[in-house]
C-alpha cells in the first residue's frame, strides 16, 4: 500500500526555516524521482523542488537559493529545507512523484509565514 507521509510544518516569522519530511512507502524509493509540491490558500497545488535518482535537484523559480531538497534512500524518506521564508511561501506541502505526480496524496504539512 502507497503511503505518503509529511511532517514538519508550523508557524514560522518571516525569514525563518523549517525542514519538511516525507515518509514513502509502497514503492521502490530509490527508482523514482520525488517532488515537493505547495499548495498556497486558493491556488492551484504546484511543484516547488525536485529531486532525481541521481540526486540532481530542480527548483521553481520563486524558491531558487533558499529551498534544499534532499532525498534518504535508507529511510525512504523526501526532505525539504526551507531557509528565509517569505509570507507568500505559507501554503500546504505535500510530496509525491516528480515531474506529475502518480501516487494518492498525503495529509500534507500546513507551513504558514507570518509575523
Known amino acids: 500500500q502507497v503511503q505518503l507521509v509529511e511532517s514538519g510544518g508550523g508557524l514560522v516569522q518571516p525569514g525563518g526555516s523549517l525542514r519538511l519530511s516525507c515518509v514513502v512507502s509502497?514503492?521502490?524509493?530509490?527508482?523514482?524521482?520525488l517532488g515537493w509540491y505547495g499548495q498556497a490558500p486558493g491556488q492551484q497545488r504546484e511543484m516547488v523542488a525536485s529531486?532525481?535518482?541521481?540526486?540532481?535537484?530542480n527548483y521553481a523559480e520563486a524558491v531558487k537559493g533558499r529551498f534544499t531538497i534532499s532525498s534518504d534512500n535508507a529511510k525512504a524518506t523526501v526532505y525539504l529545507r526551507m531557509n528565509t521564508l517569505k509570507p507568500e511561501d505559507t501554503a500546504v506541502y505535500y510530496c509525491?512523484?516528480?515531474?506529475?505526480?502518480?501516487?494518492?496524496w498525503g495529509q500534507g504539512t500546513e507551513v504558514t509565514v507570518s509575523s
Open positions: 509525491n512523484t516528480a515531474p506529475g505526480p502518480s501516487l494518492s
Open positions: 509502497g514503492i521502490n524509493f530509490s527508482f523514482n524521482e
Open positions: 529531486i532525481t535518482i541521481f540526486s540532481n535537484a
